[in-house]
């Protein structure tokens, strides 16, 4: 009988075996991303190789040979002839400069508070979930900048000094950088507005304004508006009549945005459906009425990538306004570089690194905030 | 029916002229206007005034006057002695040499990282985001500044130079190379490459007709290249070789001040022009990179699909299918790119590389003519801005896509 069986029958099932290990975990992960075929190994080698020739020099500048306490020149000088590395004793020397300018050192403690009150004010307002929206929106866009105003400029009532003046030519570094990119977005963003909503008119005088100031600022560069802030417009003011340099550069860059930010909320005003004023209409809702409770809200919330990322852009434009004669952190940055008291060969290369960390930062935060809002707003296309 | 007809024609009768919208929007208008001519009038009246008490005279005679300042590089005749308005029009070559430079070089590198973003190896894909992020997040001012002051002052020397091939040399004086020397004979070469570029257009359309009606293919690259890189070449031995290369002269003997690169000979780049257009260019980069991925990740993997289904091969699949879509999306945003990095080549005034502004910069102080130098600005970067979107809106009314 056991002879004459020539087959056999499986009653249970075979274990699946094992995936091949050249095909699972960090080996097959490299085989099939890293080495699939010749080329691509080629391509590895030469990526890692690039990598290594840039982070390599970069550590052994900014870590390993980086000198971090010191009081003056000496300690950063290259030893024995050798390559120095960066001088962080400076930055740290410098640092209350690159962050106040030269606030008078006794009164940046509100400075310190404008700060403060803006990270408050700026951070429920960028999370989501957190409530009170709108009582958080009038505090920050409102209330915000009449407190600041008065804690970074001074106040003075009836001639009883409550906090002493400090004079915009001696503001400087990060806060110069901020006041002007704050101020520029905050109030660009209702100017915008207007300027969207003119150049969506039906009425063809108010279309064409809107329609060339926009382009008119978005045709030229940001350094010649500056320029024509700091040199013509006094000669259209009257005799007399002087505006603080800081304001000058304050209008123009308010300007120049808000053609910018026009475009943007264009954007989001064409991606209302015409149902929506169609619907506002039938409530009996007039223009800005329908404006203001159903359009705008929805638009705005579709294009707040778009205003980060116009953020972004003039964040990092405000360092031109070193080229007109004002320190902001970049200005604050290189007018250091004369100090002989620091001037070593790494200096400069110390002094640009830290500001492009300054500026990665809040760059990148911002970028990955508008990526992340992108994510939460794009629900049409999600299941 | 009467009574229909007389509610319609009493109803704007009823309705107060306060709430007709035609009226209300007639008077915005006027209001809109009223307000800008007083303000412009008020803005012409002081800067009159103004301009009076300073004595300054507006108008345009100053172009004429001497400049008396030199310019580091100029691409046209440009000498102490010319006029305003020449050294405006130098200042204004360099920024179409710096944007055309720029542009050129952006282009290959932004392409060429963008797609290695998409790239399936890790690495690749890995550096590149890295490179994107990295540059686009700090201020081009301060990339302009690390290429200048941190870079290209850590080169060696006057009296001394790196050499590529022993073609190119570096120094911190600039980047040095062959000059090319044309000879009486030399025009030939440029009719030649005219005609080689007429030729390749018109064998391209007949390649495309006959392809429509035939479906035979003709190999038109092969034939472009020949065309345009062959017909020059064979008119230069014909012509008897009219252009010669003059090499930069280093001297290394001789009195310690006349040693390193003799002066005017070979070509020389100077470093405000280097690391202008190396920061422009990777900057921009960036930001093409960017729309180069957008572009190509706009294209449904459907159409590769597809592609592949028919039995076109890898090759072909992008270059007849991916490519043309990806191309609709890319191109708009990226002339508004090219644009932006002519307009950014204005921070050249922050080395003092002598462009439109820069130069422009210089004739404000001298002269105080404010608002002719500021409007001679405006005008140039308006002008070309408006050029490239009216090049943009002829382009994607062109590639727009025919809905039947």
Redesign the interface.
Same mark, same amino acid.
């Given at each position: 009988m056991a002879s004459s069986q020539m087959f056999q029958i499986r009653t249970e099932e075979a274990p699946t075996l094992p995936a091949p290990v050249s095909t699972t975990g960090v080996i097959g992960w490299m085989r099939q991303? +890293?080495f !699939?075929s010749i080329g691509?190994t080629i +391509? #590895?080698v030469i /990526?890692?190789l690039?990598?290594y020739w840039i982070i390599a020099p970069f550590i052994q500048f900014a870590f390993i040979d980086a000198v971090w306490t010191g009081d003056n020149r000496e300690a950063c000088l290259p030893q024995d002839g050798g390559h120095s590395g960066a001088c962080w004793a400076y930055v740290e020397a410098y640092f209350p400069q690159f962050i106040y300018g030269r606030y008078p050192s006794v009164e940046t403690w509100r400075v310190d508070i404008v700060y403060a009150l803006f990270a408050l004010l700026l951070v429920p307002l960028a999370i989501p979930s957190v409530p009170y929206k709108r009582m958080n929106a009038i505090l920050f866009l409102i209330v915000f900048p009449i407190v600041a105003y008065f804690l970074l400029t001074g106040l003075v009532i009836g001639g009883t000094v409550i906090l002493p003046i400090v004079e915009t030519a001696v503001w400087g570094g990060l806060l110069v950088t901020l006041v002007i990119a704050v101020t520029g977005i905050v109030a660009s963003l209702p100017l915008g507005i207007a300027l969207a909503l003119g150049r969506r008119s039906? =009425?063809?005088?108010?279309k064409l304004?809107s329609i060339i100031f926009i382009?008119?600022w978005? /045709? &030229?560069?940001l $350094? #010649?508006v500056l @320029? =024509?802030s700091s &040199? =013509?417009l006094?000669? @259209? +003011?009257?005799?007399g009549v002087t505006f603080d340099k800081l304001l000058r550069v304050l209008i123009g860059v308010t300007l120049f945005s808000a053609a910018y930010m026009a475009e943007v909320v264009r954007g989001g005003l064409q991606a209302i459906p015409k149902g929506q004023y169609e619907g506002a209409m039938a409530l009996g809702l007039r223009f800005w009425p329908m404006m203001y409770l159903i359009i705008l809200p929805q638009a705005l919330k579709l294009v707040i990538p778009g205003i980060v990322n116009t953020f972004?852009g003039l964040f990092?434009?405000t #360092?031109?306004v070193? $080229?007109v004669g004002m320190f902001d952190l970049?200005g604050q940055i290189?007018s250091s570089f004369t100090d002989p008291t620091w001037s070593t060969p790494s200096q /400069?290369?110390t002094g640009?690194l830290f500001?492009?960390i300054v500026?990665?930062v809040f760059?990148?935060g911002m !970028?990955r905030y508008s990526i992340f809002m992108e994510n939460k707003l794009h629900t049409g296309h999600k299941r | 029916m009467s009574v229909m007809e007389q509610d319609s024609a009493g109803a704007p009768a009823r309705a107060s002229l306060m709430n007709d919208p035609k009226v209300r929007g007639y008077f915005y208008q006027v209001l809109l206007v009223v307000l800008l001519l007083t303000f412009g009038y008020i803005i012409v009246t002081n800067t009159v005034a103004n301009l009076e008490r300073q004595n300054i005279a507006s108008g345009w005679g100053f172009l004429g006057n001497t400049a008396g300042f030199g310019i580091i590089q100029s691409l046209a005749s440009y000498s102490e002695t010319s006029s305003y308005g020449q050294a405006i029009f130098v200042g204004f070559l360099n920024t179409l040499l710096v944007a055309v430079v720029g542009i050129f070089c952006a282009t290959i590198v932004g392409f060429v990282v963008g797609i290695a973003r998409l790239s399936n190896n890790w690495v690749i894909s890995r550096l590149a985001y890295c490179y994107v992020e990295l540059i686009r997040n700090v201020p081009l001012l301060l990339q302009i500044f690390f290429w200048y002051f941190a870079v290209l002052r850590a080169v060696p020397g006057k009296r001394e130079k790196w050499s590529l091939f022993d073609t190119f040399h570096l120094n911190i004086a600039g980047l040095r190379g062959p000059k090319p020397i044309w000879e009486p004979g030399a025009e030939f070469i440029g009719y030649a490459l005219i005609i080689a570029i007429i030729a390749t257009v018109a064998v391209s359309r007949w390649a495309r007709k006959r392809q429509e009606e035939t479906g035979q293919q003709f190999p038109m690259f092969w034939t472009a290249v020949g065309l345009i890189v062959g017909l020059p070449v064979i008119t230069y031995f014909i012509t008897g070789m009219p252009m010669q290369l003059e090499h930069p002269n280093f001297v290394e003997t001789g009195p310690r001040l006349r040693q390193g690169f003799e002066l005017g000979v070979g070509m020389n780049l100077i470093p405000e022009f280097l690391a202008l257009t190396a920061a422009l260019a990777i900057y921009t980069a960036a930001f093409i990179a960017e729309i180069v991925r957008a572009g190509i990740q706009a294209v449904s993997h459907g159409q590769t699909e597809a592609a592949h289904a028919l039995g076109i091969r890898q090759g072909p699949t992008l270059r007849l299918v991916i490519i043309p879509q990806a191309m609709r999306v890319i191109i708009p945003p990226l002339t508004s790119q090219y644009l932006n990095l002519t307009k950014n080549s204005s921070l050249a005034v922050a080395i003092a590389f002598p462009d439109l502004v820069s130069v422009g910069g210089t004739v404000l102080n001298q002269t105080g003519q404010a608002i002719e130098i500021i409007g001679i600005w405006m005008a140039v970067y308006l002008s070309l801005s408006l050029l490239t979107s009216a090049f943009m809106n002829w382009y994607n009314q062109r590639m727009a896509l025919v809905e039947r």
């Open positions: 991303n +890293l !699939s691509n +391509l #590895t /990526g890692i690039i990598a039906q =009425m063809p005088i108010i304004v382009e008119f978005r /045709g &030229v560069p $350094i #010649t @320029f =024509m &040199v =013509m006094p000669l @259209f +003011l009257p005799e972004i990092k434009d #360092t031109l070193l $080229i970049l290189q /400069g290369h640009y500001a492009a500026f990665f760059c990148f !970028s | -």
